[in-house]
Nanobody, 123 residues
């Protein structure tokens, strides 16, 4: 395993969770990082991405103003702070390391994937 996602769980509507994505066996400090999610019966979708140095971030429209992506290269860890969660946010969340330093919103631009962590938001 090279990327390990954690921090998922069950939360009520309006609650918060922070997901972590830590690297092992190799460093991803020079890679853009991304978070994706996959709800039951749906395709994997982009959530947020961050450039190698944290200078650039980009979010899907539905999470703007609620989610914050960040990274700590000293710890080889990326984060996704999720606030004001909604039932529609329920999904398995995956972190991934991009082929590029800038990151991407495209699934096919990611080379390494974590195993996913389940986020369930109850209404």
């Amino acid at each position: 395993v090279q990327l390990q996602a954690s921090g998922g769980g069950l939360v009520q509507t309006g609650g918060s969770l922070r997901l972590s994505c830590s690297a092992s066996r190799r460093t991803f400090r020079n890679n853009g990082m991304g978070w994706f999610r996959q709800a039951s019966g749906k395709e994997r979708e982009f959530v947020a991405t961050i450039s190698w140095n944290g200078g650039g971030t980009y979010y899907t429209e539905s999470v703007k103003g609620r989610f914050i992506i960040s990274r700590d290269n000293a710890k080889d860890t990326a984060y996704l702070q999720m606030n004001n969660l909604e039932p529609e946010d329920t999904a398995v969340y995956y972190c991934a390391a991009a082929r590029s330093a800038s990151g991407s919103s495209r699934v096919d631009q990611y080379q390494y994937w974590g195993q996913g962590t389940l986020v369930t938001v109850s209404s």
